[in-house]
């Protein structure tokens, strides 16, 4: 990376995912829990969680500023991310992530072809890529 344009810090305490997480700045503070699937209580967020919405929000904001580039109609655009856990086969556990992209005011192609350009724009994608399997699903919504 040639220039750092930002820095987000966090801090876990506790057990992990049965703890707690806050950021330095305080605006995110909060209990961690396992999903009830995973036998934990589900009685707080999990980090998947936490990867879920970040990882949507980077994407619709790479995807909207590709739209722009483009001259694509980004109105009411959205972005759903699904984000599965399970054993990697060798003792570990993996990720995988299914993305939702909702581009209401353009046909299905050009939607594809946006959604393709904003995966090459957006960190999460790139921090990602090879690492885990990311599915890219464009609805006619």
Known sequence: MDKVLYTAEALATGEGRDGHGRTSDGRLDLDLAIPKE?????????????????????????????????????????????VQIGPNGNGGFGLAVELEVTLPNVDHDTALQVTEKAHQVCPYSNATRGNIDVKLVVTDD
Request: hydrophobic share 40%; net charge neutral.
């Open 38 to 82: 995973m036998g934990g209580t589900g009685n707080g967020t999990n980090p998947e969680q936490l990867f879920a919405v970040g990882y949507a929000a980077c994407f619709h904001s790479a995807l909207r500023l590709v739209g722009r580039q483009e001259k694509v109609d980004v109105t009411d655009s959205a972005v759903g991310a699904r």
